[in-house]
Nanobody, 114 residues
Framework: QVQLVESGGGLVQIGGSLRLSCAAS????????MAWYRQAPGKQRELVAA????????NYADSVKGRFTISRDNAKNTVYLQMNSLKPEDTAVYYC???????WGQGTQVTVSS
């Protein structure tokens, strides 16, 4: 079993930056995919970014391409999401996710305001 703890969320102004962290309770080296999802009020949870273990291949939602960067540090059992040029539509609860096996973190709130 893996426990995931997100941190780094908060309130930021339009155009600002935040870095989210997801710390796993055990080694993530063998976990192929680690990803960030988000869920805004009244909307479905959506994939934001994902990264593989083998070659660090990344995948991004079109809405965040060029602004967000996902990375992983297997030695620290941590995945990061660097978010730049934040927009109000980025406001959501951000969740860390692993697969396989599938585990979710508890989420961290990101609010972008003017």
């Amino acid at each position: 079993q893996v426990q995931l703890v997100e941190s780094g969320g908060g309130l930021v102004q339009i155009g600002g930056s935040l870095r989210l962290s997801c710390a796993a309770s055990r080694s993530i080296f063998s976990i192929n995919i680690m990803a960030w999802y988000r869920q805004a009020p009244g909307k479905q949870r959506e994939l934001v970014a994902a990264i593989t273990s083998r070659d660090s291949t990344t995948n991004y939602a079109d809405s965040v391409k060029g602004r967000f960067t996902i990375s992983r540090d297997n030695a620290k059992n941590t995945v990061y999401l660097q978010m730049n040029s934040l927009k109000p539509e980025d406001t959501a609860v951000y969740y860390c996710y692993t697969a396989p096996p599938a585990y979710w973190g508890q989420g961290t709130q990101v609010t972008v305001s003017s």
